[in-house]
């Protein structure tokens, strides 16, 4: 757990589909009508409501995000963020991955939501290198918060112990860049 501002941050190995939190975000393709994965689980934990839902919306590009409501599930919103399929780093994965993150707060910024859990997107089917997404993904969201101060509690929901040892560090890294306490 680390605190930042008003926001703390915590990874979690966990199921994103089991938290009540005011948004998770899914990690979604451009279509935005489900698939595998994170995606899968979603859809089917918050039933076919979510996908007519999704019919709507035209589809979503590359690094952007759009909302809906969470039907079935706990949480009360979903995130659909598309991330970027892994070609090798030189077609702008890094700036668009950061960008899924960006805009998935911004939206909830914008819904005046206080909790969201992440999962690690593009880090499954679409293969991005997991401790580069992990490191896009909090330092993202670290630069991201102090334009969305009303969010109050971000999860990074895992679904392996590998992963949330990823998290754990970069946890511990920025808690030792925490200027030390003032002696009393
Ligand atoms: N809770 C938390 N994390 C999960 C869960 C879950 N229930 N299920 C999987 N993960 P992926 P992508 C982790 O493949 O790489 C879909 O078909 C998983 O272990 O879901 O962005 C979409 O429709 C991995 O660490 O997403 C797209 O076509 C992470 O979530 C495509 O896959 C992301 O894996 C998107 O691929």
Known sequence: MLTIGHCTLE???ADITTLDVD???NAANMSL???GGVDGAIHRAAGRELLRE???LGGCATGDAKITRGYRLPA???IHAVG???HGGARGEAG???SCYRRSLELAQQAHLRSIAFPAISCGVYHYPPDDAVHIAFA???DTLPHASGIERVVFACFDDAMFDRYERELAARRDQAPPSKPA
């Open 140 to 142: 993202t969201v670290i």
């Open 96 to 98: 668009l991955l950061a």
């Open 11 to 13: 990874a979690q190995v």
């Open 54 to 56: 999704c019919e709507t």
């Open 84 to 86: 970027p399929v892994w």
């Open 33 to 35: 009508l489900g698939g």
């Open 23 to 25: 948004a998770i975000v």
């Open 76 to 78: 009360r919103h979903v």
